[in-house]
């Protein structure tokens, strides 16, 4: 044979050869793009399954527990004279917090609610006999989660101590600032059980020939007439500024009577339960942690790490919730394992993990605790990670 004819039979070797490779490459490309393509349906079905759960249950427990808070409060709206939508204004400013308290069970609850049903239905099953592992099974419910964690977070460093400040001075406002809109002409007014005014003619907050009767503490009994009077707003409360009256005092002193020019008479009004001094949850965050090194007070130091804990690591529980439930039932699915016990197994796990968050999170008394407990919920969420990875 004649060295050209080797020549060219080696040429078109190479190129047979070439042209192989290049075809198995492109059938590699293709089967990958098919199994991305199979993958992206895949997670855009649990996907809407999970978000559409989640929405219709957090619509539906919010409603709840906002119902709950109106219901609780109906005696501001009938013992103060507030209006209707005065009312459910102020009710509506609890949102954000009744979300922030009811995020992670909702999307335990979605979460465990999806994957059981598609366990039950063999979804699942079918979908990891066609090789996809527990962690690519699971990971539409991690990436919801970490989404909502991070909603979560902004909802708890920012936007509930927001609404929780304007909700108690629009209570202040409603119960205390406007207590005037109350008093009637020529009529007994009862701003407490125990405080009656009577007012002949109201300009404002001005008042003309007044009566106010306080026998709210039977050792120190009040009785004022005066010819004018003035509401006037404190950080205590409402005060009432009398002019050119007379006063009569009696307990267990005796009885006292006596005239005056002016007599400012507060009517203490705020609830005597009531811290007004420091309500942690409507202190900004930033506050929090610029006060936290140089607070004195050692109660109010640990309310402040225990809500600094709340806002910074209560999140994340959306993720660990989520973790545990996919953990427990994709696991037990797969593995044929009491899987009709799983949804079961995974309430438990999750009971347990929030009592035992709550209860160390509640104990932090150092800024060393607190450092200790993020630490326990990040070491945690590794761990719960790890075992979903390992095959």
């Known amino acids: 044979m004649c060295p050209e004819s080797q020549k060219s039979k080696k040429k078109i070797s190479i190129y047979n050869t070439k042209t192989k490779v290049f075809n198995y490459c492109c059938l590699t490309v293709k089967l990958l ?48 004279g507030v209006s209707f939508s005065g009312f459910v204004y102020l009710t509506s400013l609890m949102i ?64 509930v101590p927001a609404s929780q400040t304007k909700f108690y001075s629009t209570q202040w406002n409603l119960r205390y600032g406007l207590a005037h809109l109350k008093l009637q002409e020529a009529a007994f007014t009862k701003m407490a059980p125990g405080l009656v005014v009577y007012v002949d003619n109201v300009s404002g907050q001005d008042l003309n020939q007044v009566m106010l009767s306080d026998m709210r503490d039977i050792n120190n009994q009040m009785l004022i007439f005066a010819e004018r009077g003035k509401l006037v707003s404190t950080v205590h409360g409402l005060s009432i500024i009398t002019d050119n009256g007379s006063l009569q005092m009696f307990g267990k002193n005796g ?26 949850r409507r202190i900004p965050t930033y506050v929090l942690l610029k006060n936290l090194i140089n607070q004195d007070d050692a109660h109010r130091h640990k309310r402040t790490l225990v809500e600094l804990s709340t806002r910074f690591l209560s999140p994340f529980m959306n993720l660990i919730l989520a973790i545990v439930c996919v953990l427990i039932l994709l696991k037990s699915s797969l593995l044929r394992r009491r899987a009709s016990f799983a949804p079961a197994m995974a309430v438990i796990a999750m009971a347990g993990i929030m009592a035992t968050y709550m209860s160390v999170s509640n104990m932090v008394t150092s800024i060393t605790g607190l450092a200790a407990v993020g630490g326990g919920v990040f070491l945690t969420l590794i761990i719960l990670i790890g075992l979903l990875i390992k095959k």
Not at 50 to 57: A, D, E, H, Q, R
Not at 119 to 138: H, R, Y
Not at 150 to 158: A, D, R, T, V
């Open 96 to 159: 954000p917090f009744i979300v922030s308290i009811i995020i992670p069970f909702v999307t335990f609850i979605a979460t465990i609610f999806i994957y059981n049903r598609m366990i039950t239905e063999n979804e699942v099953t079918v979908m990891a006999a066609s090789g996809l592992s527990p962690w690519q099974l699971g990971k539409p419910a991690i990436k919801l989660a970490l989404i909502l964690t991070f909603l979560h977070l902004i909802l708890s460093i920012w936007i």
């Open 33 to 80: 793009g098919f199994i991305l393509c199979i993958m992206n349906i895949i997670n855009r079905y649990f996907r809407n399954q999970l978000i559409g759960v989640f929405i219709m249950l957090l619509l539906i427990l919010t409603g709840l527990a906002w119902m709950m808070q109106i219901m609780s409060m109906m005696k501001f709206l009938i013992n103060y």
């Open 255 to 280: 009885f006292t009577t006596g005239t005056f020019d002016t007599f400012d008479m507060d009517l203490n009004l705020v609830d005597s339960d009531t811290d007004v001094s420091f309500r942690v």
